[in-house]
């Protein structure tokens, strides 16, 4: 058939939108106080590395998140809450996910399969071993252990959100506050 020919032609023609994902690790939290874990706060010394790494991600990305979602913990919610101003997103468009809490990397996936097409970058504040094992998965790597207030960047060969599996991502880096100079 003539017309489905040149729909074949067509479709090879169609750029790939690619996304592009920050996994952030919460900050360092405290255990001074005997709060239950989904409470701890974060320590002096994750309040100064959220500041560090909130400025210079406002000073050295080129791709600002369009959407932001959080696990409900304190000291994750605080630490999106730190960096927030740095990108200029507003604070009333954070989303709290519950399954972003003391869950798995399939958790996370099904969360970011859920986000609307229309957003291109999402920023996802998690914990860890989940948030280091998700980034492995997607970039295919077996790297280390992701510290705390670390960042993954991560650009995806999809077009829509749903389509995110394993390999299906190549990390451009990992912002360590270790390594930014104050």
Sequence with gaps: ????ELTRAFRTFIPII???LYLVRHAKSSWELDFPDIERTLNERGYRDAHLVGKYLSENIEHRP?????S???????TALIFLPYLKFP???LMLARNLYESGPEDYLNTISETSDEINTLMLFGHNPTISELTNRLTGRNSESLGTTNVA???LAISFWEKIKAGCGKLLRVIDP?????
């Design 178 to 182: 270790k390594e930014i100079q104050d």
């Design 72 to 78: 409900p913990s304190v000291r994750t919610y605080t």
């Design 91 to 93: 604070v009333g468009k």
């Design 153 to 155: 960047e991560i650009t």
């Design 66 to 70: 369009d959407a932001v979602v959080c």
């Design 1 to 4: 058939m003539p017309g489905m």
């Design 18 to 20: 690619m996304k592009h």
